[in-house]
């Protein structure tokens, strides 16, 4: 990932993943923002680690860049498959996402 800066609420950094038991497999997240997102040759959705690199391991998390929060953000809100969760590393609680509170 080419951005330096993580984003921080409250404080707290951020980490985002994906539960692609219920991807759907539209891409919308890749069109938000394909710097955290990439769908694979699976048809699903992954993040992107260091380098670009495709994290398929279940529950594989990546940093969320501080300049693309939004569209991290905005990603979790649009996904038809309600797959994106967007938690605080220090305490793994869900501020955006399906499970956020």
Known sequence: ???????VVDGEALEVWIDQDLCTG????AQYAPEVFELDIDGLAYVKGAGDELLQA????TPVPLPLLTDVVD?????????????????????YGPDAE
């Open 75 to 95: 990603s979790a809100k649009e996904c038809p498959g309600e797959c994106i969760h967007v938690r605080r590393v220090s305490d793994r609680t869900e501020v």
């Open 58 to 61: 279940p529950g594989a998390t």
């Open 26 to 29: 539209d891409g919308i997240c």
């Open 1 to 7: 990932m080419s951005v330096q800066q993580e984003a």
